[in-house]
């Protein structure tokens, strides 16, 4: 039987979660980008000041943003969920399941 090529991935020895500074500054860089997006949404509702349907339409948009950053920004990350690498023997299966299996009858 051929043996499995060689995998480059690492084999994960641990479930370590991020540093409380990596997680902080992710948060913060989430509740940034979320809060950015506001101000160009007012910036199209006053440029579209002649279009009110859609100037409201960009007001609107804007209005849930500050809510919904802070939610976001205070929620932890959610958990990776990795692909690790298991040894696994292919040989020892394939031969337990070519025996043949005794059968008892009452």
């Known amino acids: 039987m051929k043996s499995p090529e060689p995998d480059d991935t690492p084999i994960l020895i641990t479930d370590a979660a991020q540093s409380y ?6 948060r913060r860089r989430r509740y940034s980008i ?5 101000v160009p949404c007012l910036v199209l509702a006053a440029v579209f000041y002649n279009t009110p349907w859609l100037a409201v339409a960009f007001i609107l948009v804007s209005i849930p943003l500050p809510w919904m950053a802070v939610i976001i920004a205070n929620d ?16 020892d299966v394939a031969a337990l399941e070519r025996k043949d299996h005794p059968v008892i009858e009452p």
């Open 21 to 26: 500074e990596e997680e902080f500054a992710t």
């Open 34 to 38: 979320m809060m950015a997006l506001r």
């Open 76 to 91: 932890r990350l959610p958990i990776k969920a990795s692909k690790f690498r298991r040894y696994r023997d292919d040989s």
